[in-house]
């Protein structure tokens, strides 16, 4: 006969809390898009002013209780903060190049979710076809994030230029659903919350019955059919209640914030200068104002503990600190993909674009021990201010194009040398793509004419029989 015993054990568990789910929401904003949402939070919770010119006392009070002392480690907003400012960088680059004039027009230009997805598919190393079906896909895409065309459908579209089946397109497409935002490109709602679950730690509290009522509950519990959903799956209340809630708090419609919008300017959110023999990363400090839990009403609420007509302050004061931890946990993140991306790239701020290093999302996602649709949210509409210019986080990520005895080079490094070439050329004599092609093999670096001819385009080059042509229309 086996006895009934009872057994206490320690373990490690990951939950998507509001907090986690703020931090998240914090982390795809854009520097303006944080500030608007810091202002309308000021202008709605009480509990929250700003510290600007306020003294250290904000930053720890004498009397508190434990829940207090949990948040008083994350009161500051304000990360370390350096000695220099943004009036220390220049706007143009100091190479005089004028490579960033595509980037102050992708500033100022609307992004849209294929935008977003084609720069991820351009990452991720795949082959001409794959890249092809990706393509495809991505252009299939609604503004919601949802792929209304079919696999046969794709493969059909391709042929007779590529010949493809519809497995080949499966699996170009799981490529896709793992890209950021978290649940794109699936066919249905059903498909689209089992991606997002799926990206869960498997400890998350209530994944597995999430997951199962995604995959066949989802027209019950939108019917309230709660009780039926329970019995099938054998769900107590509590864990049903658990499972309910994960799911509430997906994003039914991924694509649907993904997109850019249009800014007047940019506003670095980290700042980047050689100093003490290093390149080192900041967070910008005027991208977000310091701000601090009002001390007065804090206080205020401690001597008054079980005054119920005080649970709406009650509820402020813990958004408030939500909001400031999550702050925290975005300069954090901010900084750890900065500063591993810098670290990468020393060579480029040392010497210059022909000396940038590939560097892929997945790269940058194992040394940091996160996922790549972090990073690439992490990446997404932000900027560092460097004395190389302003530079989109994005602008340092690029595939690796071969370059002999195994050392790789960036497409950026490569386009760098494209335009070198074409800007010492012979006016009269410019070089054709194929030239540039065979220039570029002597030097080690295997690029073939078409490739050659994607990279001159965007850099706004025209041809070599155009550039003879304006060439012999100015004499």
């Known amino acids: 006969m086996i006895k009934p015993s009872l057994q206490l054990g320690l373990g490690q568990q990951l939950t998507m809390t509001p907090q986690l789910r703020q931090a998240l929401k914090l982390l795809q904003l854009s520097a303006l898009e944080l500030q608007e949402n810091l202002s309308d939070v000021l202008a709605s919770n009480v509990m929250l002013e700003s510290a600007e010119n306020e003294s250290e006392e904000w930053d720890s009070e004498p009397d508190t209780t434990e829940a207090d002392a949990d948040a008083a480690d994350e009161s500051a907003t304000d990360l370390d903060v350096p000695d220099f400012d943004i009036e220390d960088y220049p706007r143009q680059r100091a190479d005089g190049a004028d490579a960033d004039a595509w980037r102050d027009r992708a500033a100022a230009a609307e992004e849209s979710?294929?935008?977003?997805?084609?720069?991820?598919?351009?990452?991720?190393?795949?082959?001409?076809?794959?890249?092809?079906?990706?393509?495809?896909?991505?252009?299939?895409?609604?503004?919601?994030?949802?792929?209304?065309?079919?696999?046969?459908?794709?493969?059909?579209?391709?042929?007779?230029?590529?010949?493809?089946?519809?497995?080949?397109?499966?699996?170009?497409?799981?490529?896709?659903?793992?890209?950021?935002?978290?649940?794109?490109?699936?066919?249905?709602l059903s498909e689209c919350l089992t991606l997002q679950l799926t990206a869960h730690a498997d400890e998350t509290p209530g994944k597995a019955a999430a997951l199962a009522i995604a995959e066949k509950y989802l027209e019950a519990l939108a019917a309230g059919e709660h009780k039926r959903i329970q019995s099938e799956l054998h769900l107590n209340d509590r864990e049903f209640a658990t499972a309910e809630a994960l799911i509430h708090a997906l994003d039914p419609h991924p694509g649907a914030s993904a997109g850019g919008t249009a800014a007047d300017y940019v506003v670095p959110d980290v700042l980047v200068r050689h100093d003490n023999g290093r390149w080192q990363c900041?967070?910008?400090?005027?991208?977000?104002?310091?701000?601090?839990?009002?001390?007065?009403?804090?206080?205020?609420?401690?001597?008054?503990?079980?005054?119920?007509?005080?649970?709406?302050?009650?509820?402020?004061?813990?958004?408030?600190?939500?909001?400031?931890?999550?702050?925290?946990?975005?300069?954090?993140?901010?900084?750890?993909?900065?500063?591993?991306?810098?670290?990468?790239?020393q060579d480029f701020f040392d010497f210059g674009e022909e000396a940038m290093k590939p560097l892929g999302l997945k790269s940058i996602a194992e040394r940091l021990d996160m996922h790549e649709s972090t990073i690439s949210r992490v990446c997404a509409n932000k900027w560092m201010a460097t004395p190389r210019g302003m530079l989109e986080f994005r602008y340092f990520f690029s595939n690796a194009v071969s370059g002999g005895d195994n050392d790789d080079q960036s497409g950026t490094a490569i386009r760098a040398r494209i335009r070198k070439l074409i800007a010492a050329e012979n006016a009269a004599k410019p070089l054709s793509d194929n030239r540039i092609s065979a220039v570029l093999k002597s030097q080690g670096v295997d690029v073939a004419r078409r490739t050659v001819a994607k990279y001159r385009e965007s850099l706004s080059i025209p041809p070599s029989h155009q550039r003879k042509q304006t060439h012999a229309e100015s004499r």
């Open 113 to 188: 979710l294929q935008d977003y997805l084609l720069w991820q598919l351009d990452l991720a190393r795949l082959t001409p076809t794959d890249f092809a079906i990706g393509s495809m896909l991505i252009d299939s895409i609604d503004d919601n994030g949802y792929l209304r065309t079919g696999a046969d459908e794709i493969a059909a579209e391709l042929a007779p230029e590529i010949s493809v089946g519809a497995n080949e397109v499966e699996a170009v497409l799981h490529r896709i659903q793992n890209f950021d935002p978290l649940g794109v490109g699936a066919r249905s």
């Open 282 to 345: 900041r967070v910008n400090r005027a991208v977000a104002p310091r701000l601090r839990i009002n001390p007065l009403y804090e206080r205020c609420l401690r001597d008054h503990r079980g005054d119920h007509a005080q649970a709406p302050l009650r509820a402020q004061l813990e958004e408030a600190r939500w909001l400031l931890r999550s702050l925290r946990m975005r300069g954090e993140t901010l900084i750890k993909v900065a500063s591993a991306i810098v670290a990468h790239q």
